[in-house]
């Protein structure tokens, strides 16, 4: 026990050594100001579904960075739906995947030129109960967790952009 907490402490001045920053925190490294000059901007769907998807891809995208206006407009265009993978021998559904993909595009505020753009994907699968009020249940988290993948594979791509704009 004594041996791994002496080879963690020596470990950990190399760790920093290195350069490493942690990319989002309370410490955010130097890629904070950058996420601080990001504003959210959603571009509404086809349906309910897109846009309930956005504001949840939104709400954890401010979870993360904040709310801000800065110099830079992230524009978001959520694209959700649900298939089919497991069939019943009575040809009931008993499986779904919900796909969210998130056009985005990264804009200078001012003169509205795009920075970066690109697509982010996340799935998830759920079981499908009997029940109705379960299905809905199981939509409805499926929903928050492909929100919560997508958003986090944003700041990623994001952080890859600003880390190259060096």
Do not use: W
């Not at 954890?60 to 694209?79: A, C, F, M, S, V």
């Not at 595009?105 to 690109?118: E, H, S």
């Not at 199981?138 to 928050?144: I, L, V």
């Amino acid at each position: 026990m004594m041996k791994k907490i002496i080879i963690a402490a020596l470990a950990l001045p190399l760790l920093t050594a290195c350069g490493f920053t942690p990319m989002h925190g309370s410490s955010l490294g130097a890629n904070a100001a950058k996420f601080e000059d990001i504003s959210i901007q959603i571009n509404d769907g086809r349906d309910a579904g897109d846009k309930e998807a956005g504001f949840l891809v939104m709400q954890r995208l401010r979870d993360r960075i904040g709310e801000n206006t800065g110099k830079h407009i992230l524009e978001l265009t959520p694209k959700l739906r649900r298939q089919r993978l497991g069939i019943s021998a009575d040809d009931v559904a008993s499986r779904y995947d919900s796909i969210l993909e998130v056009n985005y595009k990264l804009m200078d505020a001012k003169t509205g030129r795009i920075l970066n753009k690109g697509k982010v994907k996340g799935t998830s699968t759920f079981g499908a109960p009997v029940d109705p009020y379960g299905i809905v249940a199981a939509d409805n988290n499926a929903k928050q967790q492909t929100a919560k993948e997508v958003a986090d594979r944003l700041l990623v791509k994001l952080a890859g952009y600003y880390a190259d704009q060096k």
